[in-house]
């Protein structure tokens, strides 16, 4: 696998020697708009709430001087008022209390996977603008609703894919789209493992979790530290009640690289496939690392084609990314990184009419300034839902076992009763979806 870490500088000399350093890019002007109910004016601060504040959302709390944390909302109440303390904001366990707050415009949602689309769902109704964490989906019908809410209510949707805002990433993928290596015909991707099951004993619930809310649309299953934490032995992110496994954890990086550099953001593979016996997920008894289940779950071998004829393979490819190979070469992305063999291919600068990427350089401000804007942000819904759908096309697949035909327009598989059983789950009464937005 190519190293993803790559400093800077090391950036710079890398670009030197492959002769791409001094492409010069577009520049996006934040737009400005009269501020106005629920819409934030050039010189306003902007309110923010955040749903689900464990690892990850922690994480994103590092917001640009523009914005203020109002509110967050954590089913474990002791770690909502200890996020909330240290920015004087407002705890609560149900983030609908958030949700109606009026001075709050925008929303970061960094809740498992199985809780995202109803939250999201709610705060389009909400009138409030998302950032929400990649996957952005648990299913793919799920994906098709945040979108039409985002689109009927009129919410800015940022998708949490953030090496959309990556330089190096929007130059490589620039440089497939314009025909750099020639035509396209095959797409080495990761190998993502998909999710195993769970059955790991009961443990007492913490103080102040609420475990059945927690467990959301899913059905109720004992509590265990090992589920309720998102990377432990092996976590919740490893399990498929709650999400897709590495293939929507990482995937959901580097697939949506793909669709990118393809020029697919609007679209999807109209054939998946696998080689090799459907998988049969083992179930995890007991607490333990994720070797087993990465290695179970990592086949069958898995294929899918656009319609152009270009067949992606889930094979050894980079986490971050994946190579292209076309008739004159080969375009390798990764996490901020990026080589071109031969180098000569590479070298001159893109031209005025070629096409170019939408330019962000900090997913999180290209949120804000879409919000002043009311501009499209970098990863917006449809986005994350055309990417999402993928990683979960591959999941389906695994467990079928066998050839699938995906209408990427309508969204179902053609003439397959039992696959398209699989674009939603079931739901506890309580947690379900609208049938429409």
Not at 241 to 267: F, K, N, R, Y
Not at 322 to 328: C, L, M, N, S
Not at 377 to 398: D, K
Request: proline share 7%; with cysteine.
């Amino acid at each position: 696998m190519m190293k993803r870490g790559m400093n800077r500088r090391l950036f710079v000399k890398k670009l030197a020697i492959g002769g791409v350093a001094g492409i010069a890019l577009p520049t996006l002007v934040p737009g400005s708009v009269l501020a106005a109910q629920g819409r934030p004016g050039p010189n306003d601060q902007i309110g923010i709430g955040f749903v689900g504040v464990g690892r990850r959302g922690e994480q994103l709390m590092k917001l640009p001087p523009e914005g203020r944390i109002l509110a967050v909302a954590d089913v474990y109440k002791p770690r909502a008022e200890m996020i909330a303390a240290k920015f004087q904001a407002k705890a609560f366990t149900d983030y609908r209390e958030l949700l109606d707050m009026k001075e709050i415009q925008g929303v970061v949602v960094a809740t498992p996977d199985h809780w995202r689309a109803l939250v999201c769902i709610e705060a389009c109704q909400a009138k409030k603008d998302i950032y929400a964490e990649k996957p952005m989906t648990l299913t793919i019908r799920e994906g098709r609703l945040m979108v039409q809410a985002a689109e009927k209510y009129g919410c800015v949707f940022q998708t949490g894919s953030q090496q959309r805002s990556s330089r190096v990433n929007r130059l490589g993928c620039e440089l497939v789209l314009n025909g750099r290596i020639g035509k396209v015909h095959t797409v080495i991707a990761h190998n993502y493992p998909s999710p195993w099951r769970c059955g790991l004993p009961e443990q007492p619930v913490p103080e102040g979790l609420d475990w059945d809310r927690w467990c959301g649309a899913s059905e109720v299953v004992p509590y265990h530290a090992d589920i309720f934490t998102p990377r432990a032995n092996p976590g919740w992110i490893s399990f498929a009640p709650w999400s897709g496994g590495e293939v929507t954890g990482w995937g959901s990086h580097g697939l949506d690289q793909i669709q990118w550099a393809l020029g697919m953001d609007d679209t999807g593979p109209v054939e998946i496939w696998t080689e090799g016996p459907r998988l049969e997920p083992p179930i995890y008894t007991a607490p333990e690392p994720r070797s087993r289940g990465d290695k179970l779950c990592s086949r069958p071998k898995v294929f899918y084609r656009y319609a152009n004829g270009i067949v992606v393979r889930l094979e050894n490819g980079p986490a971050g990314g994946a190579i292209f190979h076309g008739e004159k070469g080969t375009i390798t992305i990764d996490r901020d990184f990026l080589k071109v063999e031969p180098e000569e291919l590479g070298r001159e600068p893109l031209r005025d009419t070629d096409i170019r990427l939408v330019q962000s350089n900090d997913h999180m401000k290209n949120w804000f300034d879409c919000m002043r804007s009311r501009q499209k942000p970098v990863a917006h819904a449809e986005v994350g839902h055309r990417t999402s759908t993928i990683c979960h096309l591959i999941n389906i697949a695994r467990l079928l076992g066998r050839r699938l035909q995906w209408d990427p327009a309508k969204e179902q598989f053609v003439a397959d009763e039992e696959a398209n059983r699989s674009l939603d789950r079931p739901r506890r009464k309580g947690y379900e979806l609208p049938e429409t937005i």
